[in-house]
């Protein structure tokens, strides 16, 4: 079993916002990273760190964390954002990488 | 650009050993940690393992008896190998770049391969 929690699926409307959460005990001491997978494609890398943004990411994308729990925003969700998004951080340990179980994004 | 591309057998016998190689492009090997990640078919994201380009590595406990990552730097790759394969591991493999920063705290993977399908099956 996954050390990161993630909600399996979550919707939004169109141009509407929308919180993606991620929880475990390894985030009270590092921060989550966020990666969008869309089907048959390999996972992008959209928020890592505090708050970073890749080149080419939208800043509709944000990140944010308290305690054990890291979110990712997205504001004005788009058609284009649908996809499963996965969290992932070092592990407790620091030795080692885990994943979030992925959340299913569904724009409406 | 860096790129990743993963090459290998798309069929592998249950309890034979799977074999992948990711070839680097566009950049070095060097000075970087590189991993293997898989994702069974409709299912999340597990991590393998990672190597430094130096040849110092580090599996995932559940995996790290049946695993070996290995890296030739003369050629700008790293590989993996698992071992005594069940259906289980029929996922699609990644091999991804990781980008360390320690004083600043960031860990993360920047780019990864395109992926590639390993079946198990006689």
């Known amino acids: 079993s996954s050390e990161l929690t993630q909600d399996p699926a979550v919707s939004v409307a169109l141009g509407q916002t929308v919180r993606i959460t991620c929880q475990g005990d390894?985030?009270?001491?590092?921060?989550a990273t966020w990666y969008q997978q869309k089907p048959g494609q390999a996972p992008v890398l959209v928020i890592y760190?505090?708050?970073n943004r890749p080149s080419g990411i939208p800043d509709r994308f944000s990140g944010s964390s308290s305690g054990n729990t890291a979110s990712l925003t997205i504001t004005g969700a788009q058609a284009e954002d649908e996809a499963d998004y996965y969290c992932?951080?070092?592990?407790?340990?620091?030795?080692?990488?885990?994943f979030g179980g992925g959340t299913k994004l569904t724009v409406l | 650009q860096v790129q990743l591309q993963e090459s290998g057998p798309g069929l592998v016998k249950p309890s034979e050993t799977l074999s992948l190689t990711c070839t680097v492009s566009?950049?070095?090997?060097?000075?970087?940690?590189w991993s293997w990640i898989r994702q069974p078919p409709g299912k999340g994201l597990e991590w393998i393992g990672y190597i430094y380009y130096s040849g110092s590595t580090n599996y995932n406990p559940s995996l790290k008896s049946r695993v070996t990552i290995s890296v030739d730097t003369s050629k700008n790759q790293f590989s993996l190998k698992l071992s005594s394969v069940t259906a289980a591991d029929t996922a699609v493999y990644y091999c991804?770049?990781?980008?360390?920063?320690?004083?600043?705290?960031?860990?993360?993977?920047?780019?990864w391969g395109q992926g590639t399908l390993v079946t198990v099956s006689s």
């Open positions: 991804a770049r990781e980008r360390r920063d320690d004083i600043r705290g960031l860990y993360y993977f920047d780019f």
């Open positions: 566009g950049g070095s090997i060097s000075s970087y940690y």
């Open positions: 760190g505090k708050n």
């Open positions: 390894s985030l009270k001491n590092y921060y």
């Open positions: 992932n951080s070092r592990d407790s340990s620091g030795n080692h990488w885990v």
